[in-house]
């Protein structure tokens, strides 16, 4: 399937129906996931019991039948860049997931754990976010920026911040493009996932930089 159906089918899923997910994708996630933290030196561990001691009480609150979690470990930047590659390859395996970065029950993991997938089998596909424009996340304009420029930052539109807020901005200059994300606990992973989306999208890089105000 491609990367850009895939961005737009993966939605935030938090409630699971009891189908179990098979040892071949799990086999096909774990996979991946040992390859790529290599690549980004970091930990992250793929966990199948139940897990309700892991997730914060808001969480629990907002969730069910979750019986797979992916605990990461490391730097944050690079934490949030892998999952992003990590929740698009579970849509492409026909399974949903759930990023956890600000619900983490401090008092029973690990003070190391930074975030959490969850995948499943979803109860639905869930449902599109509300999302800014481009003009509102960058300063991008018609006919004086390039087209991969657009591409990029349309497909960071798509991709999961904390509360659905989209706290960032793109700028262009001269060929170089900078993410600014707002700073927050939660800022680096989503400066991560922000430059997967736009560097898978757009085949270019950035850099990136966390602000008090955007």
């Known amino acids: 399937m491609e990367l850009e159906i895939l961005m737009k089918e993966r939605h935030t899923v938090r409630k699971y129906s009891d ?3 098979s040892s071949y ?4 996630i774990r996979e991946k996931l040992n390859q790529l933290c290599i690549n980004h030196r970091i930990k992250a561990f793929l966990e199948e019991d139940s897990i309700s001691d892991t997730l914060g009480f808001i969480a629990r609150l ?12 490391g730097d944050h930047y690079n934490v949030g860049y892998v999952a992003a590659e990590i929740m698009i390859l579970i849509q492409s395996l026909g399974l949903n997931s759930w990023l956890i ?9 690990e003070e190391d754990i930074v975030a959490i997938v969850v995948f499943g089998y979803g109860q639905t596909n869930g449902e599109a976010h509300r999302s800014k424009k481009v ?4 300063d991008y304009q018609p006919n004086r920026f390039p087209d991969w420029y657009f591409k990029g930052i349309t497909a960071s539109l798509l991709a999961p911040t904390a509360l659905n807020r989209q706290p960032y901005y793109f ?6 493009v900078q993410l600014q ?3 927050s606990e939660y800022a680096e992973i989503e400066a991560g996932i922000l430059s997967w989306y736009f560097e898978n999208a757009s085949a270019h890089k950035l850099t990136y930089k966390t602000s008090e105000s955007i």
């Open 25 to 28: 994708l799990k086999g096909r």
């Open 101 to 109: 970065g600000s619900s983490i029950n401090r008092n029973i993991l």
């Open 62 to 73: 907002r969730s069910s039948n979750v019986k797979n979690v992916i605990l990461f470990k």
């Open 181 to 183: 994300v707002k700073e």
């Open 171 to 176: 700028n262009y200059n001269n060929g170089h």
């Open 19 to 21: 189908e179990l997910v």
């Open 135 to 138: 003009r509102q996340v960058s």
